[in-house]
Every structure is written in C-alpha cells, then in structure tokens.
C-alpha cells in the first residue's frame, strides 16, 4: 500500500457499518481490566467501561452500558459540563457505524436527548463537539459547510479526533465529504506510526513466567552406605594404630617421620584423586548432554507442554544460527544441547500451570546464549575448566608413590618386630581400608557432583534472571488500546480509499457501507478480561453499496506491519441478493453468509476458519466466558450491523436504496424539529 499522489478526492457519501476490531493491548500482566464490569457497578462505573469500549470500537457495547447508566440517573445527577461530556459520547456510541435511518424509535428518542444536553451558553470543549454533532448531521444551519470547517478547526484535540473517528463516513451532505478526505490523510499518517511495525507483536506475546532455578538432584548417598563407610573407617583405624605404633617402637623416630610423612601423603593422593576422577566423570557427563546423536523424542515429550518446549527449542535454535554455520549443520551439532534444554525447562515448569508460551522467553535466551558460546569458542568449554592439569597429574603421582613407598616401610618394619600379629593386622587394613576408601570415594563424588550442579543451576538462574528483566523491560512498549484500535481503524480507511479509487466513485454515489473483519490464516490471538478476540492477521470483507447494487472488496491483513493484500473484487445487483443470514451457536454469532441468486456464497467464518497459530491468554475460557467473547468480538467485527443492512437489502431489493434516502431525510427533519428552541 502506497500513500495516494497528489491531493485526495472527496469521497463517498457514506453510510453503514462502523465496527473496527481494536487490538487490546492491555497487559495482561496488570491487575488493570479496562472492559470488566464489576458486580453492583454503579452508573459513573458502567459509564466509564462504556466509553472503553467505545473507544475499543465495540459500539454496540459502549451503547448499552452508556444508555444503562443514563437510565439508573447518572446524567441527572452531574454537573452541566459533565453532562455535556456524558451526551457527547452517548451521541457517539449512538450513531457510531450508523446513519439516522439506521437508528430505532428508542435509540433516536436517546439521540435526541443526548444532542439536547449541549449548553449554547457554554464555552466548554464538550459542548462545543455536541454541537458540531448536530451540524455534521444536517441540523439546523444546513449545508453551512464553512461553519463546520470553522468549529472543526477550533475544536478541541480529543472531540475532534472522537468525531473524526466515528462519524466521518456516517453524515449527510458536502459536510461528510471534507471530513473523509481529513480521515484518509490521518489514516496514512498514523497506520505506521509510534513504532507501530516494532511494537505490535508485543501485544501478542503472553504474560512471561519468571525464572525459575532448575531442580538439582539431591545427595544420593543412603544412611546405610554411609553408615557402612564409617564403621569401614573405624575397623581400619585399628591395624593403623597397630602397625604404626609397632613399626615406631622398632625403628625409633625415624620410623615415626616415616609414619607420619606417609599418612600426610595418603591424604593429598586421595583429595587430588577424588578431583582428577571428579572432572573425568562430569566431562563423561557433560560429553553425554552434547552428544549429536541424541534422540530429540525422549521422554519428555510425553505431555502437551513438553511438547509445547520441544517445538519452541527446534524454532529458537532454528533461528539464533552462529555467522557462518550451516543451519541444518547447527541443529545437527546441538542435538544434544536442545534435548538437556528442553527436559531442564520441562522438569523446571511442568507441575505450574504455566503455558509452553510464557517460556518462549526462556528458549530465546538459552538459544542465544549457545549462540554466543559458539562465537566465542566456549561452546564446549568444560573441558578446559574440567580437564586435569599437568602439575595436577604429577602431583597425584608424587603423592600416591610417597603413601605407598612409606606404608611399605611402615609395615615392614612392623611385621618384622611382631610377625604374626602384624601380618593379621595388615589384612585386615587391607580389607576394611579398601572398603573406606571406596566408601568415602563416591560420598566425595556425590558431594562434589551435588554442589556442581547447584553452581551450575545458580549461574543459569542468574543468567535467566537478567534475561526474563530485560524481556519484562521490552514488554513495556506494548501498544495500548487505543493505539491498537487506532492502526487497525487507518487500515480500515485506507482500505476503502483504495476501493472507491478503483472503481472510479464519487462521494454521492455511495449510499452506504459496512466491513466484516474475521481472523486470517496463521493467526495469534489474544484478548483482555470481557474483551474481544484481537488476532495478528484478519481477513477483512468491504462491502460498498451504491445506486447501481454491492461492490465487495476481499482483502487480508498483516496487521503486525500494517500491510493489506486485496485478494477479490465483487460487483453484483441488488436483486441478485438471495438471501443473508448468521449462523450462530448459543445465541452468539458464528458465520455471516449472504447467497446470491447464482447460488454463490459470501461465506465469512467470524471466529476463524483455522485453529490458533498461538492462544496467548493465561488460562483457557470456560464455555460461558468464552461465548461471552464471542459476542463482544461479534460487536468489533461488525457482524451484526452487516447482517442488519443486508437484510434489508434482501428483502426490498433495489428499493431499498430510495427508501433509505426517504428515512434519512425524514429522520433529520424530526431532529430539527425537536431541537428546535
């Protein structure tokens, strides 16, 4: 979509359907629900939750809250200047997406008394757009077309921008023209603006789960083996204290020296050896987590949101690919990498109620962060900070050769002072000692093992933490409400600019119009507490009625970068309309279809023809919530209003078009006459 070159023609006297579809873009992370009406809500509440949703484009809601407050005295008890604020937006949810014609016997009895609210006397910015109201709509000074354009310009930011939003293709008169040709040049002002291609897909990222330490498998030594390695020890001490108080009654001190340089001996072989066994065994382990050949269907793909992990570890480490490397080449090498990944957040989340999508974060982080060690060259880099040293090895050698040469001395000496009781006692240190040894061996492993993986476990922590703050940080610039409903409403204008360009049409020949807006192929989807579905992509339906019958543009939207993809163009004759209708499902709107006389269908699946690609809201809706969004999402799509003009078209054919003409008209006249002084 291009802007349009050169000045914008006036464009078509319109009138029909107004429902935009508004992206909420409420955090879902806030306790702030700005479409929630509370139980025992008084009239001031429903009153400002209406406004929300008209501002949120969900007319039809924001009418029924508004008229509901009004009628439980709301207007009645409030000041003059906030009476004209409260007419103004009843005005505005009143006639939003309709003309006068459009409007019931009681809704035009409320429009009535909401024009009627303006103070000529008063000066404030509300009044002044009550005012302007009546003008747009043909009552009293009639085509005063410089009037309008006088208190257009003079009107405050936030009456101005509320007009223009919802009235400017609704009027009667040259006054509609000026004010859609003011619509289109915003609408391309703004379809793109506040970083709208950056901040979007913010909207539809879920609530981030916070880091979480990943569990660390607890001591595995038993009381029994431990108990056993003890009592081990305590036998063993016994030959020592024979054989080395024998072997020093012979031998004198020397022998002492001897004894004692071979027990200092034993004790730095055995710490240095515990540590060289230690890194061989963690390498052995760690060469396991890297190994290629892994199989990626393991079990923690048994539950849904294992797999929901696993398929997040394919798409992240698929996308953050090291410069250089091959990807199918990366997946390969990290085979390994993305199953002790994906089995570390699954055994860390699985027993939350948190969805697979609130660790996406999660996966990114891990995923860049093999990147980056790939990068760096420490990909693997255990194995330097675990492989032994040279001087390490030398001196577990220095030191078992140092025990063994001085424990032989120290048994010689003693067998040969005592033979027999010293060759009894050797034995049985030999047995008992062997048997500590191997005790307190793998007691010293599992420790070691043990405070490794807790480092191990801390340090990711650590590094999760620093990234889910910086994820918390960027969601920040999710778009609000009105800058979600905003976009999508400058889709909507530019859209029909492009159609009425095309086929050639002038303001007048264009009696009214409406959209239906349903998800597109591969959406995601998200949506605030009694909101609608906001999806990222929309197929969107303009129907464009005129003199000579229906002009249908089809046309998808990529709403994450605001770019539209007309698909079909559709001309047919009133009378070829056959029949419309929705199907619907506990009372709320499933499908719009209209069947021409050829028998061709206009078959619009509002709730989407295709699952999700993401369903991003916390927890799933139960069935009556659901149907409740369902409805709320009916009114954004326009479904309704759409239904409503092409009944009568069915029914009255090519009549219809004068018979709207005559209700209009008549309808303007009452207006006058009941607000005449």
Known sequence: MTDPPGPIPPTANVA??????????????????????????????????????????????????????????????????????????????????RTLRQLSDEEFDHLQVALGTANPHSADR???????????????????????????????????????????LVLESQNQDRMWERSVRRAHEERLSSDRTERVGLFFEPVPAPARMMPVEPLGTTFPEYLGTVASTLVALLPVWHLGGTAVQAGGSRTGLALFLTVL???????????????????????????????????????????????????????????????????????????????????????????????AWLMRARASAAERQWETRTFQQYRQQLSPTGSAVLWFFLTSAGAVIGGLHVVTEAIRSRPMDSTWMTLLLLGAGLFAVRGWAQIDLERRRFAADTQEARHLLSADTEA??????????????????????????????????????????????AFIEAPGEHYKRNRVPDGPWRYSRYHIILFLLTEDGVRQVDADLDFKKGILDIRQRMSYRFDAVSSVKATQKNRIPQKFVLTLVNGTPVDVPVRGQFPPEQDLRNVPDPPAEEDAASGVSSDAAGLRRTLHIFEGVAAEGKEWVENERKRGTTRVAALTERLAP
């Open 265 to 359: 001996a034993g004790v730095c072989c055995a710490r240095k050896g515990a540590e060289l066994r230690f890194g061989k065994q963690r390498i052995r382990q760690k060469d396991l987590e890297f190994d290629t050949t892994r199989n990626l269907t393991g079990h923690a793909t048994e539950t849904g949101f294992a797999r929901g992990v696993e398929r997040l570890a394919d798409k992240y480490f698929a996308r953050y690919v090291p410069r250089g490397l091959d990807r199918d080449l990366w997946l390969k090498l990290t085979t390994g990498v993305r199953c002790r990944t994906r089995d570390n957040i699954a055994e860390t989340y699985r027993e939350t109620a948190i969805r697979h999508d609130q660790i």
């Open 126 to 168: 509300w009044t002044e757009g009550l005012q302007l109201i009546g003008l747009l709509l043909g009552v009293g000074q009639k085509n005063d077309f410089d009037l309008v354009d006088e208190k257009f310009e003079k009107l405050d930011d936030e009456p101005h921008d509320k007009i223009l939003t919802h009235l400017e």
């Open 468 to 513: 889910y703050l910086r994820w918390k940080e960027k969601l920040k610039r999710r778009p609000d409400d009105r800058e979600m409903a905003d976009w999508l409403d400058c889709d909507r204008k530019i859209l029909m600019y492009e159609a009425t360009e095309h086929y050639k049409m002038l303001p007048g020949e264009t009696i009214a119009h």
């Open 16 to 97: 029909g359907d107004r429902a935009t579809v508004g992206v909420q873009a409420q955090n879902l992370h806030g306790d702030v629900t700005i479409y929630q009406v509370p139980p025992g809500a008084t009239p001031r509440k429903k009153y400002e939750i209406g406004v929300n949703h008209l501002q949120g484009r969900m007319p039809d809601t924001a009418r029924r809250l508004i008229t509901d407050a009004i009628e439980n005295g709301f207007l009645d008890n409030e000041d003059e200047h906030l009476s004209s604020e409260i007419g103004f937006h009843w005005a505005l949810a009143i006639l939003s997406g």
